[in-house]
């Protein structure tokens, strides 16, 4: 089975500065998809950036980028000049790409980020 | 797209009572995902329905739990004989899948809070 580890469980950043949040996890496939979703105070998780593992080229949703390190099996989110609406829970996720287990998400505990005015 | 709607938003039951819990996904979508997310942790997958069928559930889902699909459109998931180890947040997400390369976002509801007293 696939696991998924954040191991900040609360991070803080400067408006404006850059933060990093972490995220490793454990498979056996080669063949998968990686998530960052955020989830603010009270509402809905919402896709923040993907990467599909076959891909070498980092993703990038305009302030946000992903360093993936397959070997590693590390997947780290950067958040560039932040403002105040980034503050949320983000949670990392895995997705198998076929067969079974491609239908379900597996989640780690989350990263509290605080966004200091 | 009126993105996914779940009813109620908070619910407050009693040990030993049924509640049921309604998702409306996005209508084209053919996917439609429970997850149960406690706190301080990340989401954790119930089921899946492809339209009517529900193709998988989670050890998660002891025999107290039921989830239907009735026409592909709307699902509910029952809980009977409340206990407290079910308060939670239960969440709802769809998804527009085409193809055997299952990598469509998933669009997550707001989620029905439930508190067992």
């Known amino acids: 089975a696939q696991t998924v580890t954040q191991s900040q469980p609360e991070m803080s950043v400067q408006e404006a500065e850059t933060v990093t949040l972490s995220c490793t996890y454990d498979t056996s496939e080669s063949d998968y998809y990686l998530f960052w979703y955020k989830q603010p105070p009270s509402r809905q998780m919402i896709l923040v950036i993907r990467?599909?593992?076959?891909?070498?080229q980092n993703a990038t949703e305009n302030r946000f980028s992903v360093n993936f390190q397959k070997a590693a099996k590390s997947f780290s989110l950067k958040i560039s000049d932040s403002q105040l609406g980034d503050a949320a829970m983000y949670f990392c996720?895995?997705?198998?790409?076929?067969?079974?287990?491609?239908?379900?998400?597996?989640f780690g505990k989350g990263t509290k980020l605080s966004v200091i005015p | 797209d009126t993105g996914v709607s779940q009813n109620p938003r908070h619910k407050i039951t009693k040990r030993g009572q049924n509640v049921t819990f309604r998702c409306d996904p996005i209508?084209?979508?053919?996917?439609l995902y429970w997850y149960r997310q406690t706190l301080g942790q990340g989401p954790e997958f119930l089921t899946y329905f492809q339209n009517e069928a529900q193709l998988e559930k989670s050890r998660l889902l002891s025999d107290r739990f039921s989830a239907e699909r009735p026409k592909g459109s709307f699902s509910t998931l029952e809980i009977q004989r409340t206990e407290q180890g079910d308060s939670a947040m239960y969440l709802c997400?769809?998804?527009?899948?085409?193809?055997?390369?299952?990598?469509?976002?998933?669009?997550f509801g707001n989620g029905t809070r439930l508190t067992v007293t």
């Open positions: 990467q599909e593992a076959y891909k070498q």
């Open positions: 997400a769809s998804s527009l899948e085409q193809g055997a390369k299952l990598n469509s976002p998933l669009h």
């Open positions: 209508s084209e979508h053919n996917r």
């Open positions: 996720a895995y997705r198998s790409a076929i067969g079974a287990g491609s239908y379900q998400l597996t």
